[in-house]
């Protein structure tokens, strides 16, 4: 609760993006020393530079067309959501030029032009977000077709997995690693759906295959009616 009264619910991320084939888009000793004072928040409180809080902004919205968000109990694949193009709009009407090159600089590094070139045009169509024509031309001539965009718009459940699986850290078991997604621990199921305490642990896991293939087919349905 702030000093005048109003209450904040704060949504805390131990990574930027979930996802170990996308864990190098971000290095977090450069995001960290790069960010800049929030003071609007109060004493201390810090947020990425400009220039990795839009290209972030704008991978989130993508990583939305494969992972589901929640609105109270509404599950959505999408990632044409207002609240995040107001961010992107936000944070685009405050890049000066030195931070608008940036951006394109971070983006073609990498590999998600095509990715905040989209979100860019989107938001621009919704808000009138005013973005640089020289911008959205050089991240158009950036070659596509990259790791990150082809995880993020094309890529299967079983291709995300192998790409996952790819881009483990040395010395990560990748048998561990499967069986954290097809046979979590007793402890997480029950954590996972508390409703179910008094079930056996064969019906929690074929409950939990069953809700998994249900969230598959709405993933696909959803993708093709933005497509």
Request: charged share 25%; glycine share 6%; proline share 4%.
């Amino acid at each position: 609760e702030d000093a005048e009264g109003g209450r904040h619910c704060i949504d805390i991320h131990w990574n930027l993006l979930s996802s170990w084939a996308l864990s190098s888009l971000f290095d977090t000793d450069s995001v960290m020393n790069e960010a800049v004072d929030l003071s609007i928040l109060g004493p201390g409180a810090r947020m990425p530079a400009l220039s990795t809080a839009l290209l972030h902004a704008c991978i989130h919205r993508a990583v939305h067309f494969r992972v589901a968000y929640f609105v109270g109990s509404e599950e959505t694949y999408a990632g044409d959501r207002l609240i995040w193009f107001v961010d992107i709009d936000l944070l685009s009407r405050r890049l000066s030029p030195e931070q608008w090159r940036a951006f394109v600089t971070q983006a073609a590094t990498t590999g998600t032009a095509e990715l905040a070139r989209d979100a860019l045009l989107r938001c621009q169509m919704l808000l009138s977000t005013p973005i640089p024509d020289e911008i959205l031309k050089e991240l158009g001539a950036i070659r596509g077709g990259t790791l990150a965009e082809r995880y993020l718009l094309q890529a299967s459940f079983g291709e995300r997995i192998w790409a996952n699986m790819r881009s483990l850290p040395k010395g990560r078991s990748r048998i561990a690693f499967l069986r954290e997604i097809f046979l979590p621990p007793e402890n997480i199921l029950r954590k996972a759906y508390p409703e179910r305490a008094g079930q056996a642990l064969a019906r929690l896991h074929l409950h939990r295959y069953r809700e998994r293939v249900r969230r598959l087919l709405k993933e696909r349905a959803q993708r093709r009616m933005s497509s």
